[in-house]
Nanobody, 122 residues
Framework: VQLQASGGGLVQSGGSLRLSCAAS????????VGWFRQAPGEEREFVAA???????YYADSVKGRFTISRDNAKNTVYLQMDSLKPEDTAVYYC?????????????????WGQGTEVTVSS
């Protein structure tokens, strides 16, 4: 199973980016897919998740600014990031697993993408 994360880049504060997580050999509509991020010198943290029922969950720090969604036809999960702040700067990873439990805990995910870097300038 391969997850391919893409869409990162450099953006000014207040700007937007859309990250994509595409999968091969796994149907994302039957999975919990999470986005995590890790800033330099920091621990990895949960950002957002979408489960099989399409219910979505967000970290408090991104609630109201980020939107996770899924396109079943393209087998891709997106993270739309609006009103970006410098503190959103990090490498963003997508991950997938079968269970919808403990969706905030990265250790419970089975498959990971390679990460895509997001830099927000002030």
């Amino acid at each position: 199973v391969q997850l391919q994360a893409s869409g990162g880049g450099l953006v000014q504060s207040g700007g937007s980016l859309r990250l994509s997580c595409a999968a091969s050999e796994r149907t994302l509509s039957q999975s919990t897919v999470g986005w995590f991020r890790q800033a330099p010198g920091e621990e990895r943290e949960f950002v957002a998740a979408i489960v099989r029922s399409s219910t979505t969950y967000y970290a408090d720090s991104v609630k109201g600014r980020f939107t996770i969604s899924r396109d079943n036809a393209k087998n891709t999960v997106y993270l739309q990031m609006d009103s970006l702040k410098p503190e959103d700067t990090a490498v963003y990873y997508c991950a997938a697993k079968d269970s919808n439990h403990d969706y905030t805990r990265g250790q419970t995910y089975d498959y990971w993408g390679q990460g895509t870097e997001v830099t927000v300038s002030s």
